[in-house]
């Protein structure tokens, strides 16, 4: 059974800054594509970041120059590191990876991020 395990959400001060984590079992990162999606309250979820296999990184407007998505192929991890952090960037924070092999989307149990002063 894939397993994908975020942590790194809290709370923290606009202008602050985040690293989430990512952790995959049962499935290879570095061969799938993946991306950290966000749902804010009321709202649809959105992606944030992702990877896209041979093409390098995308990311959202509204987190351009802000946010950075990585991968540790020896840890089997992604992270997203945030600064510059916004009130709407509060939201719950999905990891995403995409199995190319079982045509499948796994998700992960999501980490709250509340940014407020």
């Known amino acids: 059974q894939v397993q994908l395990v975020e942590s790194g959400g809290s709370l923290v001060q606009p202008g602050g800054s985040l690293k989430l984590s990512c952790a995959a079992s049962?499935?290879?990162?570095?061969?799938?594509?993946m991306g950290w999606y966000r749902q804010a309250p009321g709202k649809q979820r959105e992606l944030v970041a992702r990877?896209?296999?041979?093409?390098?990184?995308e990311y959202a407007d509204s987190v351009k120059g802000r946010f950075t998505i990585s991968r540790d192929n020896v840890k089997n991890t992604v992270y997203l590191q945030m600064n510059s952090l916004k009130p709407e960037d509060t939201a719950v924070y999905y990891c995403?990876?995409?199995?190319?092999?079982?045509?499948?989307?796994?998700w992960g149990q999501g980490t709250q991020v509340t940014v407020s002063s």
């Open positions: 049962r499935i290879i990162l570095s061969i799938n594509p």
């Open positions: 990877i896209i296999m041979g093409r390098g990184t």
């Open positions: 995403n990876v995409f199995s190319v092999r079982a045509r499948a989307d796994y």
